[in-house]
């Protein structure tokens, strides 16, 4: 735990969820090819991981590449990919280090075989761990995470295993990427847009959702912190009164 903190330590949110957005723009400010704002996002990334762990955050959830990304020009994908690799080639000891578990979810297995491998060794070699759970989404959509468990609860009721009345959200929650994790409880984006963009749906029906004009490669631990204040500052009261 942080001694230095301007959050309320008492209620340091369980699971934070974050759109990482503004990298093109910050580049494009600078004159700068966009691939060069991701590999500043990265860097921001990467403090950012830290100082979650640092809080005592649970879970961190970070939306690195979704399903609709694919429509980007092939140079910038495949140069997300390759930071990618660079970033788990770079920051796998200091994670396992840390204690920090790693977990994609999406459909990862669809990205060049190079980051396959990269994430499935680093997936191994944190399995174990028992700090911070870091959630890189990656070829992830929400309708796509929510259609999955459709069709395979649809299977077990096919195959005459379930009822369909007897199908409930928990159960629903089970076939999602976060099974077995807590919603989030926050969920940021950076850069001014203030949209979901297909993250997290179904995760995210009782979030508090906090926007920041700061773009992505500038969100600094403490622009971090002071957005979880924002979160602090809110009332959650989940339908009730
Ligand atoms: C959104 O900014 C960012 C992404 C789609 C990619 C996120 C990637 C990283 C933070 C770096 C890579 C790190 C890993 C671990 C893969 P944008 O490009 O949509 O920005 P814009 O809206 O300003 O164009």
Known sequence: MIKD?????ESIPA??????????????????????????????????????????????????FSTENW???????????????????KELEELHANNVKVHILGDYRKLPKDAVDSLEYSLEKTKNNT???????????????????VRKIA?????????????TGEILGKYLYTAGMPDP??????SGEERLSNYLLWQSAYSE?????????DFTPEEYERTLAVYQGRKRRYGGV
């Open 131 to 149: 700090g911070l759970h870091f959630n890189i989404a990656l070829n992830y959509g929400g309708r796509d995470e929510i259609l999955r468990s």
């Open 71 to 89: 429509k980007r020009p092939e140079d910038e994908v495949k140069g997300i990919f390759k930071l990618l690799i660079i970033y788990m080639q």
């Open 5 to 9: 903190t301007i959050l309320d330590k």
């Open 155 to 167: 299977g077990e009721v096919a195959a005459g295993a379930m009822a369909p009345e007897d199908i």
């Open 185 to 190: 409880d926050v969920i940021i984006r950076t």
């Open 209 to 217: 959702l906090v926007f920041t004009d700061v773009l992505w490669p």
């Open 15 to 64: 699971h934070v969820a974050i759109v990482m957005d503004g990298n093109g723009r910050w580049a494009k400010k600078r004159g700068l090819p966009r691939v060069a704002g991701h590999n500043a996002g990265m860097m921001a990334l990467k403090e950012i991981v830290k100082r979650s762990s640092v809080l005592g955050v649970k879970y961190l959830t970070v939306y690195a």
